[in-house]
């Protein structure tokens, strides 16, 4: 009768409710978003294996049978979890490869063909619209600021 009067049998009661219906909420957000862990697992492998092999000539049939999944569905598949296409992955990647080859002192052609563009068109023209500087620009720049860096 004590628990009565002062509400704990009550407020527990709400607060096993309030959990449950928590856990429930959190279950159907859970079976939204990773409907099948295997497709997530197919993405997540087809996404290392762009980081891995960078510079090799990928193209979305190759990723695809690599990885035993429809060609489409792999399209799908991770621009739903990633936000955007294998390809552009692909092309953010070798141009945040780029610049570390820039960084390092290899010419212009060098860092282009080293993280597996075809055309050095193509790569400057791609490396400018991403990160807004030519990438004879990006390189001067970065030799400078290590200048700077060494004589202080």
């Known amino acids: 009768m004590a628990s009565v009067l002062t509400g704990q049998g009550f407020g527990k009661n709400i607060y096993d409710k309030r959990m449950t219906s928590y856990q429930e909420q959190l279950s159907i957000l859970k079976g939204a978003i990773y409907k099948n862990q295997a497709q997530l697992d197919a993405v997540i492998a087809v996404r290392n294996h762009i980081n891995h092999h960078y510079e090799a000539d990928l193209n979305l049939d190759l990723l695809s049978q690599t990885h035993c999944i429809s060609k489409y569905h792999l399209l799908r598949l991770f621009k739903r979890y990633y936000g955007q296409t294998p390809r552009q992955y692909l092309i953010d990647k070798r141009i945040e490869m780029s610049k570390t080859h820039l960084e390092k002192g290899l010419s212009v052609t060098e860092a282009c063909f080293a993280v ?18 030519s990438p004879s620009t990006f390189q001067k720049e970065q030799l400078s600021r290590s200048m700077l860096k060494s004589e202080s």
């Open 116 to 133: 597996g563009f075809e055309s050095l068109g193509s790569f400057s023209s791609l490396f400018k619209s991403k990160t807004g500087k």
